[in-house]
């Protein structure tokens, strides 16, 4: 991983760990570090996102030694979780939906990926880095 690679990556898994504080999905929670790698593998890969099920949650299930359906399951808790216990303006800021309760595990975690690399892109910009 080049030094760039590993800035962007401490620069989103901070902004990432705090948004997550924010929105109250604590890192006790079963779904904590699964939700992050889903987050963290779309921020660099963003073509996983087109078949999620399919690419990347047999990946996470031999990486966390369980099975598919249940990481499917702790995303759809953790996401329950943060519905229930955040605020309204809290998840409509962070996801841009106005409607969070039909926000769906998928929108979550791309609408988390997006944000981020919004997020380093405006950083970047503002300290006088070229995207070229």
């Excluded at 590993?6 to 779904?31: A, C, D, H, Y």
């Excluded at 759809?76 to 962070?94: A, F, G, Q, W, Y």
């Amino acid at each position: 991983m080049s030094e760039v690679e590993q800035k962007k990556m401490i620069f989103v898994e901070e902004k990432l760990s705090s948004w997550l504080l924010k929105i109250r999905i604590m890192p006790n929670t079963k779904g904590y570090p699964i939700l992050k790698d889903v987050v963290l593998q779309l921020v660099f890969d963003s073509s996983k996102k087109i078949n999620m099920n399919k690419m990347l949650y047999p990946a996470l299930a031999e990486n966390y030694n369980i099975s598919v359906s249940q990481v499917e399951r702790r995303l759809k808790t953790v996401c329950e979780i943060c519905k229930r216990e955040s605020s309204e303006s809290d998840l409509s800021h962070l996801f841009g939906y106005s409607n969070i309760d039909t926000i769906s595990v998928k929108q979550v975690v791309c609408s988390l990926a997006e944000r981020l690399n919004m997020e380093y892109r405006s950083m970047m910009y503002h300290n006088g880095y070229s995207f070229s």
